[in-house]
């Protein structure tokens, strides 16, 4: 086997990791933008207030799901350089 070559395990290793990463980053956004709807119907916002909440909160979804992408796929690559 040539040194620069990935076994077939490791690109299905590699594979699941990916699918795991997006998944929990979906989830993870969906509860964060969840988590403003319900403050934004518990306080009875409406008109811009209430925009501006479910934008607010799109936005950290957004974020909160781009940063568990970014850190998963991170520690996998941290993992399989040092051969775990």
Excluded at 31 to 42: D, K, T, Y
Excluded at 53 to 65: E, F, I, K, M, Q
């Amino acid at each position: 086997m040539d040194m620069g070559r990935e076994s077939r395990w490791e690109k299905d290793a590699m594979t699941v990791e990916i699918v795991f990463a997006l998944v929990t980053a979906a989830a993870l956004a969906a509860v964060v933008f969840a988590v403003a709807l319900a403050l934004a119907s518990a306080l009875g916002a409406s008109g811009p207030a209430g925009k501006s909440t479910l934008a607010g909160g799109a936005l950290l979804g957004a974020a909160a799901g781009v940063w568990r992408l970014v850190r998963v796929l991170r520690r996998f690559d941290a993992q399989r350089r040092k051969g775990r």
